[in-house]
């Protein structure tokens, strides 16, 4: 299900669709869609749209403690899944949700014609970072990481089909994901110093909703520097324009 609301800052509009739809932060996916400061004449806000599997409020749901939450799903991988106290520092499976993550991304790539290993990153109560070892990284993290993209969705499928919606996966190679994270920031920000010196605007390439959200949480303390999601689908634009030239 996707949502919008908006708040005068990114964390109140955040909290507001968590009390609405009466979900914790962790069980739904934001995106930032435009942000705007505020000024002597309009008031700032931040304009947001929030993905999530779950549909209506927690309310109509039965209610049960942290401790007392199942993942959905039965059998032994739903009564196995522990998280780690540790989130890194473990790369061998430790229960059968994991193992089938790890065997179903590896026959991915395998049935692509390309060799690899694949181990887990990191854990976390609901994210789980699997890791893709190949000499044909390049290949399969694809251009802006775009075929890592699609694999990374085709893993999430399969943990739904497995009955664990609850659990994100993320895959990762050659520390693809920090260095794109990186590679954003210094874009963000040469992107700002371009448009606060020609007063106008600048639409970048066609990002993934993680990305576009650096973005805009990169340049949200910019006090002259607006900007806003443009598009249709998962690969939307994020424009990049000078604060009062709309």
Excluded: C
């Amino acid at each position: 299900m996707v949502y919008e609301f908006e708040g005068r800052t990114e964390k109140e509009a955040i909290d507001r669709a968590a009390d609405e739809l009466g979900l914790k932060k962790d069980d739904f996916d934001v995106e930032i869609l435009e942000t705007q400061r505020s000024s002597l004449f309009k008031k700032g806000y931040v304009k947001i749209q929030v993905h999530t599997n779950q549909s209506g409020p927690v309310s109509d749901r039965p209610q049960m403690d942290d401790e007392d939450v199942q993942p959905s799903g039965s059998g032994e991988a739903g009564s196995e899944w522990k998280m780690s106290q540790s989130v890194f520092g473990e790369p061998e499976p430790k229960n059968e949700f994991e193992k089938q993550m790890i065997e179903f991304v590896g026959g991915l790539i395998e049935r692509m014609g390309y060799g690899g290993k694949v181990t887990v990153l990191f854990r976390e109560e609901h994210k789980i970072g699997l890791k893709i070892d190949s000499e044909y990284s390049s290949i399969l993290i694809g251009k802006k990481g775009k075929n890592l993209d699609a694999l990374q969705l085709l893993a999430n499928i399969y943990a739904g089909r497995k009955g664990r919606e609850d659990v994100r996966v993320i895959l990762d190679s050659e520390n693809y994901r920090i260095r794109r994270e990186e590679s954003l920031v210094r874009l963000a920000y040469t992107v700002a110093d371009r448009v606060r010196e020609n007063r106008g605007s600048v639409l970048l390439e066609p990002m993934n909703p993680f990305d576009r959200r650096l973005i805009h949480t990169t340049l949200n303390d910019i006090a002259d520097v607006e900007t806003k999601s443009e598009g249709e689908g998962l690969y939307k634009q994020v424009r990049v324009y000078y604060r009062g030239m709309r």
